[in-house]
């Protein structure tokens, strides 16, 4: 009778040298510094290396938070023109260096990783579903960037935008952008959609407000729409319903359009006129000034990429990311596709879908 012993064999040092010999040197130069670098961020950020994590996933998670820190966090800058290699060493001193990693920077270091944790016995897979998340998101970050696409306002960011305006109700101005910002955001509406409401298109019930929107963008034979604006009770500070009222109560609106400019005296609201003589509303400019200025008040960071789309890109964002079902939001936005819908999501906090466990 023959007994077997099962013996893990591990590749030995020469034989791991013989097989990075087989790319170019120019290669191997490349796989080496990132290589160091990614060891050097292992160290200072996880207090580990990276062929001391416990198992794959560990790994892979590992490899996603230096990824999304090359692509996020300013100090990964630095690293731009640097060099680890023992005897080139080099440091990066230009005072110009700021922009981040390109996607295609990152997915090349993302293939020096690949290559050295197989190298050490690692069964690594740059498919791995977190892995292929994060770089899908850097890469479509960077297109959006290019694109000009407005930066979205999540949640958290029209909570941070609201918590820090006064609750000053002697102010006017405070009282319109709280009811201003917020039924932009839960509305889903395009900034046009949004300037033109008016008192005559809102409907109460009990639990909320219907609110026309007679045209749009999609909609140029006027067939209109109707969205529902419900009142939350998670929160008063920022439910849209109980901030429009106020505002309505405050600027005595009865009819016309519901948002104006209000004058530097503040003692009134300046209703401007049309060529008809008619009340018309804030300007698209007026609203992404007001916009601006209440995000950077905030402390919100790129406040100069916010644009009159944020709270719309951002409301979209949200609810994709909370598990809302494709067509509930293009009921509310008025998308007539689900690839505009898919166009206009943008996931930037990338770490929520890519981390994986922690190490």
């Known amino acids: 009778m ?6 893990k064999i591990l590749l030995n040092e020469n034989v791991k040298k013989l097989k990075e010999k087989s790319k170019a040197k120019n290669t191997q130069d ?9 060891i050097d961020y292992c160290k200072n950020k996880h207090n580990c290396s990276p062929l001391e994590v416990d ?31 023992p005897g080139r060493e080099k440091i990066n001193n230009n005072p110009y260096s700021s922009s981040a990693y390109k996607a295609s920077t990152i997915q090349r270091i993302l293939a ?23 770089i899908g998101a ?7 960037n290019k694109s000009g696409q407005a930066k979205e306002l999540l949640r958290k960011d029209i909570e941070q935008i609201i918590n820090s305006i006064p609750d000053d109700t002697d102010d006017y101005k405070n009282i319109r952008d709280k009811a201003l910002i917020l039924v932009g955001y839960f509305s889903f509406c395009r900034r046009s959609e949004l300037l033109g409401m ?14 026309l929107i007679p045209f749009s963008k999609t909609d140029q034979k006027g067939e209109g729409r109707i969205i529902y604006l419900q009142k939350r009770d998670d929160s008063e500070l920022y439910c849209p319903i109980r901030a429009l009222n106020k ?13 104006y400019r209000i004058d530097k005296a503040n003692s009134i609201i300046k209703y401007e006129l049309n060529d008809n003589n008619k009340k018309i509303s804030l300007t698209d400019t007026s609203f992404v000034l007001i916009l601006k200025k209440r ?42 596709t689900e690839q505009m819908i898919n166009r206009y999501t943008k996931i930037t906090d990338i770490k929520s879908i890519s981390v994986g466990k922690k190490i």
């Open 295 to 336: 995000a950077r008040l905030a402390g919100l960071n790129d406040c100069d990429k916010i644009s009159g789309h944020s709270l719309r890109i951002g409301a979209i964002t949200q609810a994709r990311m909370n598990g809302a079902l494709t067509h509930e939001i293009m009921k509310m936005s008025g998308h007539k």
């Open 198 to 211: 008016r008192y005559e298109h809102l409907t109460y019930d009990n639990g909320g407000i219907q609110i």
């Open 112 to 134: 020096s990783i690949t290559y050295k944790y197989r190298i050490n016995g690692f069964q690594f897979d740059r498919k791995n579903n977190n892995i292929s998340e994060t």
């Open 30 to 38: 490349k796989y080496q510094g990132d290589w160091l670098k990614f």
């Open 55 to 85: 198992d794959l996933e560990s790994a892979y998670a590992l490899t996603c938070n230096y990824l999304d820190w090359l692509h996020e966090d300013p100090e990964a800058k630095i690293l731009k023109g640097t060099s680890n290699i």
């Open 138 to 144: 850097i890469v479509r970050n960077e297109k959006n």
């Open 247 to 259: 505002w309505l109560e405050v600027s005595m609106i009865n009819s016309g359009p519901l948002f």
């Open 2 to 7: 023959y007994y077997f012993v099962m013996v």
